[in-house]
């Protein structure tokens, strides 16, 4: 564990030195927008087609499509209207309706208070935008890759983010809304990265965090001190906790499925998740999945991700198999929801529920198309994607907004 504490410095310059700072920082807000394999704006070139990355917004009180919303506030001052067009998204999470913080692979975190009309970044070390060397400021902060974050609920200034730097798993903590960060754990093993960070929303000083490797580590100070909780012996893919399903805690695994602990990771539970047999084409036989014959289940092979459908008490949807399954009890089998599409193995990006209606609209994000079933995934839409064509990257996350469930945004990665 390291804890870093940086300061800013600000030199004093002539006249003719603050100008040809001026200068160069014009050039390298541009630049680190748009370095990514020497590409130019508006677009990443990609075998030859340019290659809209960043974050896609659709507001049906505005338009029917997906918009871009890519523009970023310069340190110069000025704006980049395609600031974000280049950058790799990894998540999006919302502070209120107008805040919003946004997860990018290798430019790190931006801020928008103003629903993504314009984003500024929040950096992890230090920039000095009067410094001689802004430009080697901005560069290490360019040489973390992130990998997930995590907004603490009952206190919004406390962000946790977990990054890659020197091929060592980190994670750094604001608690001033991202102004300022200190690095608060460093991984001792290379090649390894942090797939999830949990907050306890009962304690916020519980904070917990799994590494793809399968060990899962925790914080009893909100993020000063770490200590290693356990070890799950399989790739660890998500962990999260479940405040409208009484808090649950769970962890989910590449192989061994789903984890659950009654005491803060102390102990953990196997869920036997099970699923009926079906096939591709059948009836539907209910809201929330397929008629099938409820004496013939089977396990899952291995898994991708897993949802707590947080409107509806107990239900669940999971990637697994390279299908959608769903249940409205972990102690039932879960049952395949029926797509549109020909091919019976789909590469899921993303699946999302509505915060308010919860499994009676689910989207999904299937070999980059935008799917929407407003039945239960009886049926489903492509009615709504205009806006995503060939040119938009792959759908990294779907995120319905929280208080006008509306409105959607889409990283894009």
Request: charge should be negative; glycine fraction near 8%.
């Amino acid at each position: 564990m390291l804890n870093t504490n940086m300061s800013e410095t600000t030199e004093k310059s002539s006249f003719k030195q603050i100008f040809n700072k001026a200068v160069v920082l014009g050039f390298t807000s541009l630049a680190i927008l748009t370095s990514a394999a020497g590409c130019t704006i508006p677009g990443l070139r990609s075998n030859d087609q340019a290659v809209t990355r960043g974050i896609l917004k659709r507001d049906p009180s505005i338009s029917q499509a997906f918009g871009k919303i890519n523009t970023v506030n310069l340190l110069n001052g000025t704006q980049n209207k395609q600031g974000l067009t280049n950058i790799s998204s990894v998540e999006v999470d919302q502070v209120s309706s107008e805040e919003l913080f946004l997860l990018t692979l290798n430019k790190g975190l931006f801020y928008t208070a103003n629903g993504g009309r314009s984003w500024s970044r929040r950096y992890i070390y230090p920039v000095d935008r009067n410094s001689d060397d802004v430009e080697a400021q901005v560069g290490k902060n360019d040489a973390i890759t992130n990998t997930d974050l995590a907004i603490d609920e009952t206190n919004s200034k406390v962000i946790f983010v977990a990054g890659i730097e020197n091929g060592r798993a980190k994670i750094f903590r604001s608690v001033n809304s991202g102004d300022d960060f200190d690095e608060v754990y460093s991984e001792v093993e290379t090649k390894t990265q942090i797939n999830s960070i949990a907050i306890d929303p009962s304690n916020n000083a519980n904070v917990f965090a799994t590494l793809d490797s399968g060990v899962m580590i925790k914080s009893s100070d909100s993020g000063e001190t770490w200590q290693k909780l356990r070890d799950f012996n399989n790739s660890a893919i998500q962990a999260g906790f479940v405040k409208e399903f009484d808090n649950t805690f769970y962890v989910l695994l590449r192989s061994k499925g789903l984890l659950v602990s009654p005491d803060l990771g102390q102990t953990w539970n196997e869920v036997e998740l099970s699923r009926n047999k079906s096939t591709i084409g059948e009836n539907q036989g209910n809201s929330f999945g397929l008629n099938s014959n409820n004496n013939s289940t089977e396990k899952f092979r291995t898994f991708e991700s897993i949802q707590p459908i947080r409107a509806d008490k107990n239900n669940w949807i999971v990637v697994a198999d390279k299908q959608l399954w769903i249940t409205d009890s972990l102690a039932n089998p879960f049952n395949k929801l029926v797509l549109p599409l020909e091919d019976d193995k789909f590469n899921f990006a993303a699946v999302a529920t509505d915060p308010e209606n919860g499994k009676k609209r689910i989207l999904a994000s299937i070999n980059n198309s935008l799917f929407e079933s407003n039945n239960g995934g009886q049926t489903w839409s492509t009615k709504n994607t205009e806006g995503l064509g060939s040119g938009v990257g792959s759908i990294n996350q779907i995120f319905i907004d929280e208080f006008d469930t509306d409105i959607v945004y889409l990283p894009l990665i």
